[in-house]
């Protein structure tokens, strides 16, 4: 399976995202080697990486150097791609993850950028919407139910805001090896956006 995680505006958790995705393909039983190669220039996945070393469970790689004895790849990319470079991602992954968080900004530079590919299969790519605020504010159902309205396929789960994601990246570990309900709260958020792709795209 090939999972390809990508952005049109920074910020958004593109490099979290893939960190977690990886994780959760890694623990789940017969899920096989997974790699993460960071395509993005900042190189964040990787020196993610390497504050943490063999406490994350697969391995990343720069973007350009990626191993051929995968059987899962998650693929970070540069930030604002291009929209040829963007339907080339599609097409050249089972999945396409777009991370964006509910602020305007955000959802517009989505819906524009989106609404210009009518070529991209809708079975090749998903909007994941992050950094939502707590469950008692309407802000994330209210961009959930602007996207759906505009035709773009989104995920049914959401990342909440957390900041535990940033001392899950300055320890170099992925969030659940962390103590405490809040961390373990991060770690499902992820978990069942895990198992819906999983279901979906697991046997690719």
Do not use: C
């Amino acid at each position: 399976m090939i999972i390809t995680v990508a952005s049109f505006k920074g910020g958004v958790g593109k490099t979290t995202t893939a960190i977690h995705i990886a994780a959760f393909i890694a623990k789940r039983r017969g899920a096989g080697r997974v790699v993460l190669g960071d395509g993005d220039l900042n190189r964040s996945a990787l020196s993610w990486y390497e504050r943490g070393g063999d406490r994350i469970p697969f391995v990343v790689t720069d973007g350009d150097a990626v191993p051929d004895n995968y059987q899962h790849l998650i693929i970070d990319t540069p930030a604002r791609p291009k929209d040829d470079e963007l339907i080339a991602l599609a097409m050249n992954s089972d999945l396409l993850i777009i991370p964006t968080t509910p602020a305007p900004f955000s959802l517009e530079a989505t819906l524009a950028t989106l609404s210009r590919l009518t070529a991209l299969p809708e079975d090749r790519y998903r909007v994941l919407l992050t950094r939502v605020p707590p469950r008692n504010s309407k802000r994330g159902d209210r961009a959930r139910d602007v996207l759906l309205n505009s035709g773009i396929p989104v995920f049914n789960g959401a990342i909440q805001t957390r900041t535990i994601f940033e001392d899950a990246e300055l320890e170099g570990v992925p969030v659940y090896a962390l103590k405490g309900t809040v961390a373990q709260d991060a770690w499902s958020d992820y978990e069942a956006i895990g198992r819906e792709i999983w279901k979906e795209w697991g046997k690719s």
